[in-house]
C-alpha cells in the first residue's frame, strides 16, 4: 500500500510550558520516512504532549514540526492528514462499523463506490471481514481497537499516530495486538508514532524507541541499543531491571568493582564518575550447569561473592537475590530448567556471581 | 406465595414489612398532586364561583375561554414566548455548556456557577432589576422583553441537562473526528450532537416550559396586549373569581404534563 507516501517528521526545538512546568524542553526528533518510533515514558514525561503537537490539537509555545518540506505547526488537525488511534479508541457509537470506518473518507468526498470497497479491504486487512454492518456496542475489545486501527489508516494517511492504543486490553490479547501490529506497519510503511510507558511494548514492536523524561529526549535509538547501552541511569533504570552500582575510578582512569577491573573509562569521558548496569539475565552463579561453559578463555569473568537472601520461583523464570560484598544486592535470573542446579539455593548459602566483562554497561554516574 | 412475602431487594426484606415505607410515599405524592388535580373537577362545575365539589357540571367555562379574544390573545403571546425562548435558550446553554466542558480551565466551574445564578437568585430579584432595566430601555410589555428575560431563566436549566449529558460523553471522539478530517464545527454537528440529541430535546422542552409557566418575571415586565396567560391570570384571580382560571389551568397541567413525559421519555433514550 502507501510506502511511496510515507513521510519523515523533523521536529526541530519543541517546547511547550505549563505554567512554570516544561512539559516540552526544546526536544529534536528526527522520524524517518515509514519507520515505527515509539516515545516510551513514565507518566507525565511530555510523551503524549509531543503526540498531541504532531496530531495539531496543542500549540507548542517555540520550535517547528515539519512533515517532509512542510511546516506544519500551525496547521490545524483537521488538514494535517495523520490517522490517530487512541486508548479510548473513540469510536462513533451512533454510527456502524463500517460508518466508522467510512468516515474519513466521506470528509474527502470519495465516491460511495469506492468507500465501500476501501472500507471492505480496511476490514479484511484487520481481520474483521464481514462485520462492517455491526454496531459499536456489539464488539468485544479487542474488536474495537481493529476498527480503531482501520479507520486510522484506511484513508492512507502520510503519518499514523497511537496513543497508548493497546493499554486497556489484557495480557494475551495486547501481546498479540503487538505483533499483529508490527506486522500492520509492515504491510501500510506509513510513518508511525507510538506512545507507550510500557518498555517490553516498546522493546517488541519499535524500529527505535525515544525514550523520554522531564519533557527530555534522554535516548533515541534501536531496541537492542536502548536495552544493551543506555545512556545514562534513567534509561538504565527505566529500561528492563538493572541493578546501578558505583565504580571506583583510579587516577589513571580504570573502572573497578570490589577491587576488580571492570574497563578502562571511555577515551572522550568528560566525566570522573561512572556507575556499573548488571541486567539480571546476564548474571550468573556457579550452581548453574551451564555456567563453566560461558566462561570465556579471554574473558575472565568479575566475580563477586555474596549470600543468597531470597530464591523466587516465577514460573518460566526465576531469580536469586544475593547480598554481595558491600553490601549492595543484586538479582541474578534464570531459565527454570531441569539443567539448573539454583533453584535449590537457599536463603543463608555462600555463592559467587559472575558477570562475563563483555556483559559489564558502564555509564556515567548522575542525571539519574 | 403472595406478593407480600416475596423480598423487595436483595437484602431479603419483604414487601410486606416495607408496607409502612408505600403507605407513607403514597400520602406523600398525593399531598404533591392533590392541589393540582383539585382544579380539574373545579373547572367543569357550571357555578359562577370556584366552587368544590362542584353542584352541577358543564363545559361552559371552557367555551368562555376558548371565546374570549383576550385569553386567545394571551394565549398565543405565552407560546410564541415560550417558543422564542426555547429557541433562544437552547442554542446558548449548549454552547455555554459545551464550552465548560471542552476547556477544563480552573475558571470554568466558577463560570459555570456565575451562568447558573438565574436559577438560585429569587426570581422577584430579577423581575425588578428587569422592569427597571427594560425601563430605560423601552423593552417593557414586549415580546422581546419577556424572552430576554425567560432566556435568562431558561438557559442555566439547559446548561444543567446538557453538562449532565457530557459527563459520559468521551471527547477524544471529537479529536478523533478532527484528525480525520473534520472540521471543529463539523465534528461537534457530526460526532457529537448526535450523541447528546435526546439531551438537547428534553433542554428546549424545559426551557420552553419554565417559560410558558413563568409567572413573577411576566407579572413585571408583561402587559397590555402582550401580556402572558399566567399574568392575565393572576390579574383575574385578583379582580374577578371565576372558574375560566380553573379551565385555563387544566389545560396547562395537561400540556406541563405532556412535555414532562415527553422529556422523560427522551431523556430514558439518552442511556
Known sequence: MPTDSALPIYINGLTKKYGELFALDAVDLNIRSGEFLTLLGPSGSGKTTLLMAIAGFNRPDAGSIQFGDTEMILTPPHKRDVGMVFQSYALFPHMTVAQNIAFPLKLRKVTEAERHQRVEEALETVQLGGLGHRHIDQLSGGQRQRVALARAFVFKPRILLMDEPLSALDKKLRERMQIELKQLHRQLGVTTVYVTHDQREALTMSDRIAVISDGKLAQVDTPQTIYNHPANGFVADFIGESTILPLNNDSSGQLSFNGQHVQSQPADATHRDWSLVIRPERLYLSEMSDAPGRHNATDTPLALDGIVKENVFQGETAFVLVTIDGGHEVSVRFGTGSMSQAGHLQPGDVVTVYLNRSDAIVIPTGDH | ?271
Open chain 2, 1 to 271: 406465595m403472595a406478593w407480600w412475602n416475596k423480598p423487595a431487594s436483595d437484602t431479603q426484606i419483604t414487601h410486606g414489612s416495607r408496607i409502612w415505607l408505600y403507605v407513607i410515599a403514597a400520602i406523600i405524592m398525593l399531598l404533591l398532586v392533590i392541589p393540582t388535580l383539585i382544579v380539574i373537577p373545579m373547572s367543569f362545575s357550571d357555578s359562577q364561583y370556584l366552587e368544590f365539589p362542584p353542584e352541577t357540571w358543564s363545559m361552559r367555562w371552557y367555551e368562555e375561554y376558548f371565546g374570549s379574544k383576550k385569553w386567545m390573545r394571551a394565549t398565543v403571546t405565552s407560546l410564541q414566548v415560550g417558543t422564542l425562548t426555547m429557541l433562544v435558550a437552547t442554542p446558548l446553554g449548549t454552547m455555554a455548556a459545551y464550552a465548560l466542558f471542552v476547556s477544563g480551565h480552573k475558571a470554568a466551574r466558577a463560570l459555570f456557577v456565575i451562568l447558573i445564578t438565574p436559577m438560585i437568585v429569587p426570581v422577584i430579584l430579577i423581575a425588578i432589576g428587569a422592569f427597571y432595566a427594560y425601563g430605560k430601555l423601552g423593552l417593557n410589555n414586549s415580546i422581546t422583553g419577556l424572552v430576554l428575560a425567560h432566556t435568562a431563566l431558561a438557559t442555566p436549566l439547559v446548561m444543567i441537562v446538557i453538562t449532565a449529558a457530557f459527563r459520559s460523553y468521551d471527547l477524544n471522539q471529537e479529536l478523533v473526528a478532527r484528525s480525520l478530517g473534520a472540521t471543529r464545527l463539523k465534528a461537534f454537528f457530526v460526532i457529537t450532537l448526535p450523541q447528546i440529541k435526546f439531551s438537547v430535546i428534553t433542554a428546549a422542552l424545559l426551557s420552553f416550559l419554565t417559560s410558558f409557566d413563568e409567572v413573577i418575571v411576566s407579572i413585571f415586565v408583561s402587559g397590555g396586549t402582550k401580556a402572558t396567560l399566567t399574568k392575565h391570570m393572576f390579574s383575574a384571580l385578583r379582580d374577578y373569581i371565576d372558574p375560566t382560571i380553573a379551565a385555563i389551568s387544566t389545560i396547562m397541567v395537561l400540556i406541563s404534563t405532556l412535555l414532562l413525559l415527553a422529556t422523560q421519555w427522551f431523556s430514558s433514550r439518552q442511556k
